[in-house]
């Protein structure tokens, strides 16, 4: 389950930025995400992680100083370990901010951290109806999936990430090690 950490604390770390007003700035944000989910897409590049990075910040900004404030302490609760307190923010900003799928995202890790399967699977099931190029929340909807005992469908949600995002080496590691179930093949 290291992969889901992995974004959840990457998604925690783009949190410290101060994000552009809503309107044409937003319009531009979504032109900005898919050219870097393109250049994501190229198995061969070599920076995939300063790209990872930059998408990780564009789907971070809300788009409202309010929403960001309550993205803001979200996280930071969450980075110390207050899951109660994140839990709070992040269903604020979900309540005022239902079109923001990162919101729902990170809320969705919180859950998962709490035990909360089910509402850890509505929140990133949300999340991918906002950003279906969501590979965070992919990768969060295969580790629930693995844990959960369904290998199938978490091998199905990992292959649609790695589909997005074929440089994450903790995607390939999770496909390898369930391909064997996957395939019927015992070892």
């Known amino acids: 389950m290291g992969t889901l950490r992995r974004y959840l604390n990457a998604t925690v770390a ?3 930025i101060v994000l552009a007003p809503f309107g044409a700035a937003h319009a531009q ?3 900005r995400a898919a050219d870097l989910l393109r250049q994501l897409a190229n198995p061969d590049l070599p920076n995939w992680q300063i790209v990872e990075q930059e998408l990780w910040v564009e789907w971070s900004k809300t788009g409202s100083p309010a929403m960001d404030l309550l993205l803001r302490r979200g996280r930071e609760a969450l980075e110390e370990g207050e899951l109660e307190a994140a839990l709070d923010h992040l269903t604020a900003l979900t309540d005022h901010a239902p079109d923001f799928a990162e919101g ?3 809320r969705g890790s919180v859950y998962y951290q ?3 399967l089910g509402p850890a699977l509505n929140d990133i099931r949300t999340a991918l109806t906002l950003n279906p ?5 992919m990768i969060g909807l295969g580790a629930i999936m693995e844990e959960a005992g369904d290998i199938d469908r978490a091998f199905a949600a990992y292959q649609a990430a790695i ?3 074929p440089n994450e080496p903790d995607l390939k590691d999770a496909l390898e090690r369930l391909e064997p179930q996957v395939s019927g093949i015992t070892l």
């Open 163 to 165: 589909a997005i995002h």
């Open 14 to 16: 783009t949190g410290w």
């Open 104 to 106: 729902y995202s990170i």
């Open 29 to 31: 944000q979504s032109d």
């Open 133 to 137: 190029d969501h590979f965070g929340a």
């Open 114 to 116: 709490l035990g909360l």
